[in-house]
């Protein structure tokens, strides 16, 4: 107590044995006094205690990929933590000083196995964990552009190793498709051609682009007619995509090319009867086939004396039908002539006069009428 004063000043002293779970407590004193009491701000203080356990850590966002980078990081529990640790890298023991962490650059599948950490200055205090790299070799046969003939055999081959179960798809042009086997190519077998093999995370694609060529063949030549000219129409298979070459001057109507398919049109108009021949050819070879084609002036003349002589056929059959339809009109009209005749004699009980002449007359007339 200060005399002059006679204010009190009281002091107390805590001593305390911290444990590590005391490390992150908060301590605080009270003061009481008849007049009120107080509580200090709570304060933190550093509690060391040293390293009883290590875990070892593999800082990576999913299944560690051949090829990508590591890291390796060792957590201690002693306060302060360590700043030196030992790295055993598949038996090989890499120190570090100053960090806990340790990265593996471009790990490989043969970097796959057991790593561990351990205490700079205690051996002992280790941990250990297993790692696994995923990895996926693709190879294709044949690949880039293949050039082959229509008949040809082609063999693909494609052969993976993976670090897992894999699964394979085909491709041609964008669509799925089987896997490709190739005995005698046809025309319809070319394509670009993606097979994609993926496991996991992992995919990897390789490709080939398949030409089938071929000597050109024609597969149709025809002809058509419209109003004042003919359409000759001439289609051929063939890659690379054919020429076209005609035996007479025509204007061209069409020209395409499509999946080895090629057609070409022209319009003539022959005033003679032509024999006409189309001829392809690429780089491999050519054909040829011929068409006759008959005159237009030819057809038309025919055409009109056909026209003819069905209208003269008609009038006759015509005439011919009227004609007997009148005969049969008229023999109606004579023997019902005679039936009343007949019956009036009946009626009257007379004697028949001229009975046979009359007969004959009658026999003479439906006879006559009766010869067409």
Known sequence: MEPATRLSTTFSTLQYTATKQDADAAFAC???HPLGAQVSAPEVFPIHYPTENLSLQ???????VEGENVTLKCQADGNPPP???NFHLKGVQVPVVGSNTYTLAGITRDAAGEYKCSLADNASIEDAHAIEVNYLDLSLSPTGKVLKKIGDKLNVTMEKNTSGHAKVSWTKDGKAAKAPAFERLTYADAGVYVCEVATGTLKRSLNFQLVVEGVPEITSLTKQR????????CE???VPEPSFQWSVNGTEVESSYANAKATHRIRVEPAANLTVTCSVRNKLGEDARTITVSSLIKEKTEEKGVGDEGDDQSKLIVGVVVGLLVAAALVGI?????MKKRQGTWNTNEKEVGTSEESKKLEETTNNHSIP
């Open 334 to 338: 004579i023997y019902w002539i005679y």
């Open 83 to 85: 700043v030196s640790f």
């Open 226 to 233: 419209a109003d004042s000219h003919k359409v000759l129409t």
């Open 236 to 238: 051929a298979l063939g």
């Open 30 to 32: 009270s003061a009481a």
């Open 58 to 64: 593999v800082l990576s966002m999913g299944p560690i």
